[in-house]
C-alpha cells in the first residue's frame, strides 16, 4: 500500500494534470500546508512529502512569498530567425523577447527586463568571440527577463567599447535599449548586423542560477551562445542566455539549404 503523502500527491496531481478544468489551474497556489491539515489529508509531514514530491515531478514550484504554485504548463516560443526579423526592430519596435511574447500569445511588459552595465575586462570565451587580445575591456550588458513574476531567462550581451560607447547600450534603465532595442542602436550606429550563429547546451542548473531563475529541484537550463555579425563578418556582440528549460520550446522555421546547387550554379 502506499504511503499516505503518496496518495496525497497523486490527488492533487490529477487535479493539475486537468490543467484549467481542474481545482488547481496553472498558476494557482495550493492551499496552505495547515489547511489540508485542518482537512484531515494529513499530518503537517505527509503534506510537506506531498508538497515536495509534486515539486520534484515539475508540477509546482515552491518559494518563500509565493507559496506552492502550479507551474505554468505551456511553454513560451522561443522562436529561432522570425525573432530577428529587421522589420520588427528596424522598422518597429518589437525586440527580440517581445517577438516571442507576441508569438505565444502572451502579454509582455518592456520593463519586464532589467539590466545592469558594467565595463569589465573581457572573459577568455568574450575575447575569443570578438577576436580581442588578453586584458582587452568590453560593456557587459546583463539582463533578466521575467514573464510577469517568474523569470524565464537571463542574457548577457557582450560588446566592445568603440561600438557603444556613448548608446543607450550601456544605459541601464529597465527595459530594451530604446526603440528597436540593442540591434536598433547598433544599426543606427553603422553596425547593421547581417547574420549571426547560435549554439545551445543543455546542462545543470549552477546554486546562483536555481536562485535567479526560481527552478524547481533538478531543472536544467539551455545556454545560449550568440555571435552578431554585420555583412564585412565584424563581430558586434556576443551574448551569453541561460534558459530555464522548461519554460521555453525552441521553435526553428528555415528554408533548406542545397549546396549541391549553389555549386552548380557558380
Known amino acids: 500500500m502506499a504511503p499516505k503523502w503518496r496518495v496525497l500527491a497523486d490527488k492533487l496531481a490529477e487535479e493539475i494534470r486537468l490543467g ?3 481545482k488547481y489551474p496553472p498558476g ?13 489529508e494529513g499530518s503537517k509531514s505527509t503534506v510537506h512529502q506531498a508538497y ?14 509565493h507559496g506552492t504554485v502550479v507551474r ?11 525573432r530577428y526579423d529587421k522589420a ?18 502572451r502579454s509582455y511588459r518592456r520593463n519586464e527586463q532589467t539590466q ?4 569589465i575586462e573581457a572573459p577568455p570565451l568574450v575575447a575569443a568571440a570578438h577576436g580581442l587580445p588578453d586584458g582587452a575591456e568590453v560593456y557587459a550588458r546583463a539582463r533578466v527577463v521575467k514573464e510577469g513574476d517568474q523569470p524565464t531567462h537571463t542574457l548577457t550581451s557582450y560588446y566592445r567599447p568603440e561600438h557603444v560607447e556613448g548608446t543607450r547600450i550601456v544605459d541601464p534603465t529597465p527595459g530594451p535599449a530604446g526603440r528597436g532595442g540593442g540591434f536598433k542602436v547598433l544599426y543606427d550606429a553603422g553596425y547593421e548586423i547581417d547574420h549571426m550563429k547560435e549554439q545551445i547546451f543543455a546542462r545543470p542548473a549552477s546554486s546562483d542560477e536555481v536562485k535567479l531563475l526560481q527552478l ?13 555579425y554585420t555583412a564585412s563578418d565584424t563581430v558586434v556582440e556576443f551574448a551569453i542566455g541561460v534558459h530555464a528549460a522548461s ?3 525552441w521553435e526553428y522555421d528555415f528554408e533548406v539549404p542545397d549546396s549541391a546547387k549553389r555549386e552548380k550554379g557558380q
Open 88 to 105: 520588427k526592430w528596424r522598422d518597429g519596435d518589437e525586440v527580440a523577447f517581445i517577438a516571442d511574447r507576441v508569438a505565444s500569445g
Open 116 to 119: 545592469t552595465v558594467s565595463r
Open 72 to 82: 505554468q504548463r505551456v511553454p513560451l516560443k522561443r522562436l529561432g530567425v522570425a
Open 216 to 228: 524547481p529541484p533538478g531543472e536544467p537550463v539551455v545556454e545560449l551562445h550568440r555571435t552578431t
Open 20 to 22: 484549467e478544468q481542474g
Open 247 to 249: 519554460r521555453f520550446a
Open 52 to 65: 515536495k514530491a509534486l515539486e520534484a515531478e515539475g508540477l509546482v514550484t515552491s518559494s518563500r512569498g
Open 28 to 40: 494557482a497556489q495550493l492551499p496552505q500546508i495547515r489547511e489540508l491539515v485542518e482537512d484531515g
